[in-house]
């Protein structure tokens, strides 16, 4: 199993970046997938989460209304569109998948079998 982030880097406040994830290893197209981050000295949060068919997604409230959860099944990728990043965004953002095939939704990281090595985002002026 391989989930390999990629797309993060330096931005200004009020920027935007997208986070994209490999899958490979397991059945991508029947697995929900997550995204979490880690900043610094605190635990790993919730960002956002798309169910199996790519029709159900769930946002941390933190980046509701900002960020977007999307899914291409015939790449086996999943994407973070992130926009208005604010420096509070600063962290390691790591994809997640269930191998629980049509499993459903989850902001817990412990429901989350496999993960990628992260990809770090910095937003700063």
């Known amino acids: 199993v391989h989930l390999v982030e990629s797309g993060g880097g330096l931005v200004q406040p009020g920027g935007s970046l997208r986070l994209s994830c490999a899958a490979s ?3 991508f ?5 997550g995204w979490f ?10 960002v956002a989460a798309i169910n199996w068919s790519g029709g159900n997604t ?16 015939a790449k086996n990728m999943v994407y973070l569109q992130m926009n208005s990043l604010k420096p509070e965004d ?15 939704i ?5 429901d989350y079998d496999y993960w990628g090595q992260g990809t770090q985002v910095t937003v700063s002026s």
């Open 25 to 27: 290893g397991f059945t």
């Open 29 to 33: 197209s029947s697995s929900p997938m």
């Open 37 to 46: 981050r880690q900043a610094p000295g605190k635990e790993r949060e919730f």
């Open 58 to 73: 769930y946002y941390a409230d933190s980046v509701k209304g900002r960020f977007t959860i999307s899914r291409d099944k």
């Open 90 to 104: 600063s962290a390691v953002y790591y994809c997640a998948a269930r191998s629980r095939s049509y499993s459903g």
């Open 106 to 110: 989850s902001y817990y990281s412990y």
